[in-house]
DNA sequence: ATAGGTGCAAATGTTTTGCGGCTTG
DNA sequence: CAAGCCGCAAAACATTTGCACCTAT
């Protein structure tokens, strides 16, 4: 296991310092829920997973940090309906989410197809792609009756818990 | 020309008899403004083109109706970043945005190939699609230096003007 | 007449900010 | 020590709503 010092820098700790951010006690516990998270929380639920670990944390601050953070491109932003903004780290490939409007999980998946497509897109209108988002609101299918299953399912898969509102 | 009567139904206005919704004085102005909009307004800018036609609305009223609208399926909200929500008529097939990220002007385009690739993921993930919606920020290519251009461009492209932020 | 619209202003919910004090590099 | 943070409370926005009149149907 890794020896959970206590000074230790979170993964997304190290990156602030990398781009010379100032490391102060509130920017390093957030760094650290941010790098543990495996959702997509929002200010509200980073602020309160924040204060479990040091009651000295306002909101004011996550929401400048959150901020900060994506400026420097270590965050993305997200609008999944619903108000809120949510953020996740960012990550090497491209992926997009599958939102479950019953439930409000979010499911992750890849599809190089997808992002090579829309590059296209924008080259034939005459554009150069700076970013692209895409997002699937989509429901449980009940079941498949019998037909060929088995190995239906995916490898891309990776539901998170999040059910919120 | 269409001899401009002046009790006259907009399209929209039309649309909403169909569905017996009350036609007031406010609403059969706002459903002018949308019907004759060739972008994507907010509220705001709705509310301004409304009120030139009409002083006695208000923005409550304005906010209203677009949600009413919406519900009722001939308006589409739009989230193109910038805080507020933008509106557009329901239109027949699914079309997309592009968003120059220079001068903020929205640039639609079509792709069948797009819907039915959602379609399928979704599926391959055992859902099915609900919506789904899925924008482009780019910035305009600097000029086709030399190679072959000529027939270059593109039919789908419709630019329309809106350079708010 | 009556269900439903409307204006106005107050309320909401999220995110930003001004400011004096405190910390990091 | 200077530049940059922080907490707090107020402010800023976009959007919604309660209430007391209006008005299409």
């Known amino acids: 296991m890794v020896a959970a010092g206590e000074a230790m820098e979170s993964r997304i700790g190290r990156m602030c310092i990398e781009r010379g951010l100032k490391m102060t006690g509130q920017r390093r516990v957030i760094a650290r829920v941010l790098s543990e998270a495996e959702d997509h929380p ?13 009651s000295r944390i306002s909101v004011a601050t996550v929401y400048r940090t959150v901020r900060l953070l994506e400026e420097k491109g270590i965050l993305e932003r997200r609008d ?8 996740e780290a960012t990550e090497d490939g491209d992926h997009y989410h599958l939102i479950d409007v ?8 890849e599809d190089a197809e997808h992002t090579a497509l829309m590059r296209r897109i924008a080259d034939r209108l005459g554009f150069e792609l700076v970013s692209h988002r895409m997002e699937l609101f989509a429901r449980r299918k009940p079941a498949t009756p019998v037909a060929s299953d088995g190995a239906a399912a995916q490898r891309a898969a990776a539901s998170k818990d999040e059910s919120r509102r």
Chains 1, 2 share one sequence.
Do not use: N
């Not at 999944?80 to 953020?87: E, I, N, S, T």
């Open 102 to 109: 019953d439930t409000g999980k979010v499911v992750e998946f």
């Open 42 to 54: 929002d200010v509200e639920e980073l602020y309160r997973r924040a204060a479990a670990l040091d």
């Open 80 to 87: 999944f309906g619903g108000g809120r903004a949510r953020y």
